[in-house]
């Protein structure tokens, strides 16, 4: 086949485009329509920049006649849109087991990561045992609403815990601009749309699911996983590592978990451990940290939630198309660098973006605020929401060994003078001081503390929302958001609000919401891994997803999970027959 990318069409032909992509690719290939035996959308986007909105495809084409494939090309060997169709098929290193009765891999956690891992280890017939701390998605579905409509909040199924991980209650985004030679991302798109999801993910450019979808996927993928001999263990929640030190060098050889169903401890044996845990499962990183693993300090951001009419982001986005049926709620992408003032050298840009969504209470722990977006599949509630955030580095981070234990408990060597690198747990210390700063400026009863666009710039307490409601559940606090953010971050904001109300019209409007605190963007830790994906220095672990830091989103996190997995599966199988990537 032949893959064809850059076919635009006017939005009036989009609604049927195929017999106009048949002939724009026929005249693409320099051929007469009736060559091309077949044509399928391998993507669709659209062209905002001018007036005259265009839809733009990337198309596979099949030719009457075979044969003539190469024949065809050879005379557009120049032409960039023009190539051989790929071959996308998952083409695992190794060959899967059959009957395997050897040791069983676990994995960590079972959010898309873990999802995905385990069910290429069960595809592999390597019968995966996997340890979730949360519970099944419907019950932690109710657990979530818990938080939201009676400020109850249940630690360990919330959420970022629980089946499904923290994209579940997201807009469900599954697009990533990582490197992707091997088409991995699409092998999680064909299984998310075999457990249910609509076709359309496959060929829209900025696919996503929603909430409600998202459960019900998730429980096909479970399923999946059980009927090829894996097992689900909920509500098992790991404790800590037993390594076998007398090795050369520390290998795993069993986990120590604690049934939350009962408060019983026992130990899991097992060589080889996917760790899928996400980014919020900052017990797991303190223990891992005290047990020795190869652990640092990894950059992320903080801010605030920031909420829009949803019809102006539409009107500034699609112009005089707004509202068209093909086009839904319009996203945004906005990145602003600050090149002077008291902010200068700081990047601000939107982050998780939700059309049509909701800001949602995503603490995990007790006496902390979070904040996160939301969207279902229609994307059809009343506002836009995005986090506008502030890139930060690890020399931001807290040093004081005092600020160590009064956030995690103990200080874990911090303030050690001798200590080029910020400790690999600073991080975590400076989200806690956020979130508990937020918890009790919201009011101490997990409402958020909340401001408006116009009062923020003008350095004035909010009393009340304006044309904008707020969405964020339990409810907000109006208040002055530069009490709960460093002043660093705040002037960052103050900087790129006018910036990005350039670029969108009315995107800095008096009116608009800000919610905070927004500080769980990404793991603030990045768990290290060799080209094996083992832990550098204990043999059998293997860090995988965002909670380790190598993965931002469910696609990305997915597409982690396939490759730890198969790194597992050669190490239990054998040599591989395809190499890694």
């Known amino acids: 086949m032949i893959r064809i990318a850059e076919l635009r069409l006017p939005l009036s032909q989009a609604e049927d485009p195929i017999t106009a992509l048949r002939a724009a690719a026929a005249a693409r290939l320099k051929l007469a329509p009736e060559a091309i035996a077949d044509l399928t959308v391998f993507k669709r986007s659209f062209d905002a920049r001018k007036a005259d909105l265009l839809a733009v495809y990337i198309v596979d084409v099949a030719l009457a006649e075979p044969a003539r494939e190469a024949a065809v090309l050879a005379p557009l060997a120049g032409d960039p849109h023009v190539r051989p169709t790929p071959d996308m098929a998952w083409r695992p290193p190794v060959g899967a087991a059959a009957d395997w009765s050897g040791e069983r891999p676990v994995v960590i956690g079972f959010g898309p990561c873990g999802i995905f891992a385990a069910l290429a280890l069960a595809q592999l017939g390597l019968k995966p045992i996997v340890l979730e701390r949360g519970k099944p998605v419907r019950e932690r579905t109710q657990d979530t609403w818990g938080l939201w409509r009676r400020s109850e909040l249940n630690p360990d199924s919330n959420v970022q815990f629980g089946e499904g991980g923290a994209g579940l209650f997201s807009d469900g985004k599954l697009y990533s601009q990582i490197r992707d030679p091997r088409f991995l991302g699409r092998k999680v798109l064909q299984e998310f749309v075999q457990a249910g999801a609509p076709e ?154 939700c059309p049509g969504g909701t800001v949602v209470a995503a603490t995990s722990e007790p006496g902390r605020v979070v904040t996160n977006g939301m969207s279902q599949y229609s994307r059809a509630e009343r506002n836009a929401n995005a986090g506008m955030v502030v890139g930060i580095d690890p020399p931001d981070f807290p040093r004081d060994p005092a600020q160590f234990e009064a956030q995690l408990g103990e200080h874990f060597g911090a303030g050690d003078p001798a200590a080029d690198a910020a400790h690999p747990l600073g991080g975590l210390v400076l989200q806690r001081q956020l979130e508990a700063g937020a918890f009790t400026l919201g009011g101490s009863n997990y409402r958020a503390p909340a401001q408006r666009v116009g009062d923020f710039l003008a350095r004035r307490t909010s009393t009340g929302p304006g044309e904008v409601e707020p969405s964020y559940r339990p409810g907000v606090t109006w208040t002055d958001l530069h009490a709960a953010l460093p002043a660093w971050v705040t002037n960052a904001l103050h900087a790129a609000l006018p910036a990005f109300g350039r670029k969108i019209k009315g995107y800095d409007m008096a009116d608009a919401v800000m919610t905070g605190v927004e500080t769980r963007t990404s793991a603030p830790v990045n768990i290290q891994r060799g080209d094996d994906f083992q832990s550098l220095n204990v043999r059998g672990l293997y860090p995988a997803g965002e909670g380790a830091g190598y993965a931002g989103g469910i696609l990305s996190a997915g597409v982690d999970g396939l490759r730890t997995a198969e790194a597992v599966a050669v190490q239990l199988l054998g040599v591989p027959a395809n190499p890694l990537g």
Request: net charge positive.
């Open 200 to 353: 359309d993910i496959l060929w829209e450019a900025h696919p996503h699911l929603g909430t409600f979808r998202m459960v019900k996927v998730v429980e096909s993928l479970r399923e999946r996983v059980l009927a090829l001999g894996g097992e689900i263990r909920f509500q098992q929640r790991v404790v800590d590592l037993l390594l076998n030190q007398e090795l050369p060098a520390p290998a795993l050889q069993a986990l120590e978990v604690e049934n939350l169903q009962n408060g019983e401890r026992y130990e899991l044996p097992t060589r080889h451990a996917i760790l899928a845990v996400g980014h919020s499962a900052r017990d797991v990183f303190m223990q891992l940290y005290r047990r020795g693993v190869t652990m640092r300090a990894k950059p992320f951001s903080i801010g605030v939630r920031i909420e829009h009419p949803q019809g102006v982001i539409d009107r500034a986005r699609w112009g005089t198309h707004a509202g068209h049926p093909l086009l839904g709620a319009a996203d945004y992408k906005l990145v602003q660098h600050i090149g002077s003032g008291p902010a200068a050298g700081r990047t601000v840009y939107s982050f998780c973006m």
